[in-house]
T-cell receptor, first 115, second 115 residues
Framework: AQKITQTQPGMFVQEKEAVTLDCTYD???????LFWYKQPSSGEMIFLIY??????QNATEGRYSLNFQKARKSANLVISASQLGDSAMYFC????????????FGAGTRLTVKP | DSGVTQTPKHLITATGQRVTLRCSPR?????VYWYQQSLDQGLQFLIQ???????AKGNILERFSAQQFPDLHSELNLSSLELGDSALYFC??????????????FGEGSRLTVL
């Protein structure tokens, strides 16, 4: 069963504006981690941000923040002040403590930043 | 540079053939993961090893096998190749197997084309 859902196949944002990429997940494990990765056209997978299920505050890393709504099981990525270099595929992922901790990914969202 | 090394970067072969993809994890990382990324299937988890032992299995075909050696490098063997096996194969590593807080560090991938 799909445990990570990214409902936006593609998103467009104007340079310097903020954008939110959606991610919902499904788990019964109380201990899990949520991750966002960026995959530019060159193909490598770049880790962006992490949120633990027990973390009280939303994670932030520079221009990236994670809007974690535990009751809704959502972990949306917010990119502020978009740059042309942010154009890429973005993947939401989850690791569950009771599921051997292998990381499962959503289908991804392709973000295009317009000048 | 994630510190994870994958070879070869590109590989072109014919149907029915067998190939081996190699991965060297980051120094100190005991856990290795293999993923397949194809256009229609997204990032699919194949298999995980921890310190030489198989820890978790995902959507890995019976024609595929993997192992992790005492020096912690890993190999993914793909046999009786079919056109549909054409994909980008990622190796990733992390320090521990049962830590849902740890991000995975990805190699640059091996792009396999089956003709």
């Amino acid at each position: 069963a799909q445990k990570i859902t990214q409902t936006q196949p593609g998103m467009f944002v104007q340079e310097k504006e903020a954008v939110t990429l959606d991610c919902t997940y499904d788990t019964s494990d109380p201990s899990y981690g949520l991750f966002w990765y960026k995959q530019p056209s060159s193909g490598e997978m770049i880790f962006l941000i992490y949120q633990g299920s027990y973390d009280q505050q939303n994670a932030t890393e520079g221009r990236y923040s994670l809007n974690f709504q535990k009751a809704r099981k959502s972990a949306n990525l917010v990119i502020s002040a978009s740059q042309l270099g942010d154009s890429a595929m973005y993947f939401c992922a989850m690791r569950e403590a009771e599921n051997n901790n292998d990381m499962r990914f959503g289908a991804g969202t392709r973000l295009t930043v317009k000048p | 540079d994630s510190g994870v090394t994958q070879t070869p970067k590109h590989l072109i072969t014919a149907t029915g053939q067998r190939v081996t993809l190699r991965c060297s994890p980051r120094s100190g990382d005991l856990s290795v993961y293999w993923y397949q990324q194809s256009l229609d299937q997204g990032l699919q988890f194949l298999i995980q090893y921890y310190n030489g032992e198989e820890r978790a299995k995902g959507n890995i075909l019976e024609r595929f096998s993997a192992q992790q050696f005492p020096d912690l490098h890993s190999e993914l063997n793909l046999s009786s190749l079919e056109l549909g096996d054409s994909a980008l194969y990622f190796c990733a590593s992390s320090q521990v197997a049962r830590a849902n807080t740890g991000e995975l560090f990805f190699g640059e991938g091996s792009r396999l084309t089956v003709l």
